[in-house]
Structures are given as structure tokens and as C-alpha cells.
């Protein structure tokens, strides 16, 4: 593959301890076989924490995975075109996952998985539902996107199996979600997450919809090399509904802070290396966060608010909106 294109890449659907994926990037060093791997414990530990309000499964993950070769990475993803599958929880953490996110038996499949797509799951909370993708925009490695995702579209549990969250492509509100104008056609999510409110075109026009808030984070995420490549530490929030991260790369520090829980938090962070000589940018809202000399910054996070910051000089960092 390498010799036809040096671009193209092998995404590894490997469902298996970390120990023994690492096995499938090929040579420890460089990675010579897979060149991303899909991190399904990260994953389904996500979904324990979103459950439980508690962010310190995911953060057991990401302490406990292994770093991949140096031309290899880990693929973040939080749906995919199968079912959510949660193997790799307990019986008793799976039950846990089922009760908050797929009540009804219909909404389960192989006693190990949900047939739903994330907006179903989360009762349209927008709050969540950005939560859950900013998470998979700053956790170190790559970011795996489903289609229908980028605009919040749901599923239709009236099809078989996994069938239900393979449904067309909602484009427009027109016939079909203006994905075919064949006949008969495909059948299509209706109701609430059907394409009559949830599509495309609408939501190109809505300076607040998902897809504006996920194109975001994309240009974000191109900006910020160190959630990629960079090392990174979970850091101590003082909370345990509170997941923070760091991450490092030739001098760049960003951090991410996300709130599993419904209610407001105030943050504190010791951020070894910085002191009042940086600043913290906010780069997905407005607001400049000092340092301490001691190197903590406190900052607060909304009910399931999420944050980036940047560190940087405060000659370099970049302006508010409401800069003149």
C-alpha cells in the first residue's frame, strides 16, 4: 500500500486489550503494519463516564493506554457504523451504560452493544452531545468521524439490527433528505431527527447548529498539533466529574477540561512548567486565564462545559473577539 500511495493509511477495527493490539501497528518502533487503530476501550470507558457522571473511567483509560510507534496512532471515535459495542465493561458497568442510554431492549443488540446514534442516546441535550465531540476532537490521537454525525442525526430502531443507524444521509428536508430521489426509497429517520428538521442545508444557515460547532473544532483541532502528536499528561482537577488533559510538543502546551456532570465546577490546575509568565487562551469560547507563579491556573466549568486553552506569552496570545 505504501508503494501505490504514501498517503493512504490502514484503520484497524481491532477490538482487544491493549496489550495485545499494539501488536497489529507492526514494528515497535516505527509501525510498519496498521497505521491507526481504533481505541474501543477508550471508547466504551467514555460512555461509563457519561453515564455515571463521572469522569475517572476515561481517565483510567488514557493513563493505562499504551503510547503507539512513532508513525502510528490511535483512532478516537464515539460511534461508528456498527453497534456501540461495550464488551470490554464489566457485566455489571455495561448494565450501567444500557439503563442510561438504551432502556428499552429494542435498543440493545448481541446482549453486548447499543443500535442508537449519540443524540438519541443523550435525550438531544445539546450540551452533552458537544461535550462528547469536543472530547473526540482533543483526545490525543486521531478523530474518526460517522457520517450524519457532523449534524446530530438519530437513528430508526423500525430496521433490523445494525441497520438502524445506517440510514441515508439527511442532505436536505426535501423527499428522502435529498440523498436519492429513487424509488422505493431507502427507509429514513423520522420524527424528531428526521431530515424535516435535522439536515444539511438548515444547519449551514444556523451560526449555532452542530455542524457549525464541529467545523470548529476541526479548524481547532488543525491548529493544535500537540492533540495529535504531542505528549500528554491527565492532569488533577479536584473534581472527578472532570477530565483534564495536557498536551506537549516542541514548547506548545494545550490543555482540555470537560465536565461530565450537571452542575457548575469550579476548576484549579497545577500546570508543571508555566507560571505567570504565560497566560491561557480560551480557543473555543472568549476569556484569557492567568497563571499563577506557582503555575496553577483556576478557572470555572458550566454544567457538561468543555474548554481548550492554549498556553502562551501574553504579547502572543490570541485576542478576544471583543478585542477592538
Known amino acids: 500500500m505504501n508503494r501505490r500511495d504514501g498517503g493512504a493509511i490502514l484503520l484497524g477495527e481491532v477490538n482487544l486489550p491493549y496489550t495485545d493490539l499494539l501488536t497489529y501497528f507492526g514494528n515497535t518502533l516505527l509501525g510498519n503494519e496498521i497505521t491507526v487503530c481504533f481505541d474501543f476501550i477508550g471508547m466504551q470507558r467514555m460512555y461509563l463516564a457519561l453515564a455515571r457522571q463521572d469522569a475517572r473511567p476515561l481517565?483510567?483509560?488514557?493513563?493505562?493506554?499504551?503510547?503507539?510507534?512513532?508513525?502510528?496512532?490511535?483512532?478516537?471515535?464515539?460511534?461508528?457504523?456498527?453497534?456501540?459495542?461495550?464488551?470490554?465493561?464489566?457485566?455489571?458497568?455495561?448494565?450501567?451504560?444500557?439503563?442510561?442510554?438504551?432502556?428499552?431492549?429494542?435498543?440493545?443488540?448481541?446482549?453486548?452493544?447499543?443500535?442508537?446514534?449519540?443524540?438519541?442516546?443523550?435525550?438531544?441535550?445539546?450540551?452533552?452531545?458537544?461535550?462528547?465531540?469536543?472530547?473526540?476532537?482533543?483526545?490525543?490521537?486521531t478523530p474518526v468521524l460517522f457520517y450524519g454525525e457532523e449534524i446530530g442525526m438519530g437513528e430508526n430502531l423500525a430496521l433490523e439490527g445494525r441497520s438502524s443507524v445506517r440510514t441515508p444521509m439527511q442532505w436536505t428536508p426535501n423527499l428522502h433528505g435529498g440523498f436519492s430521489t429513487a424509488e422505493p426509497a431507502i427507509p429514513i429517520t423520522s420524527g424528531a431527527y428526521g431530515p424535516e428538521r435535522v439536515n444539511v442545508s438548515g444547519q449551514r444557515r444556523d451560526p449555532d447548529s452542530l455542524l457549525i460547532w464541529i467545523t470548529r473544532l476541526i479548524a481547532q483541532y488543525r491548529e493544535c498539533p500537540e492533540l495529535a502528536w504531542g505528549d500528554y499528561d491527565v492532569l488533577d482537577a479536584g473534581d472527578t466529574a472532570v477530565l483534564a488533559h495536557r498536551a506537549d510538543i516542541d514548547g506548545g502546551t494545550v490543555l482540555a477540561v470537560h465536565n461530565f456532570a450537571d452542575r457548575k465546577i469550579d476548576v484549579e490546575l497545577t500546570l508543571d512548567g508555566l507560571d505567570s509568565g504565560k497566560v491561557l487562551t480560551d480557543l473555543l469560547l472568549d476569556g484569557t486565564i492567568e497563571i499563577s507563579d506557582e503555575g496553577v491556573a483556576g478557572f470555572d466549568l458550566e454544567p457538561y462545559g468543555c474548554r481548550w486553552f492554549r498556553a502562551s506569552t501574553p504579547e502572543t496570545a490570541p485576542a478576544d473577539s471583543t478585542s477592538p
Do not use: C
Open 59 to 141: 481517565a483510567a483509560a488514557l493513563r493505562e493506554r499504551p503510547k503507539p510507534p512513532r508513525d502510528s496512532q490511535w483512532a478516537i471515535f464515539v460511534r461508528n457504523h456498527d453497534e456501540l459495542t461495550l464488551d470490554k465493561l464489566s457485566e455489571k458497568e455495561r448494565e450501567e451504560v444500557f439503563e442510561a442510554f438504551a432502556p428499552d431492549k429494542d435498543m440493545r443488540i448481541f446482549d453486548r452493544g447499543i443500535r442508537r446514534r449519540l443524540p438519541t442516546m443523550l435525550d438531544g441535550d445539546r450540551r452533552r452531545v458537544r461535550l462528547a465531540y469536543s472530547l473526540l476532537f482533543s483526545l490525543p490521537g
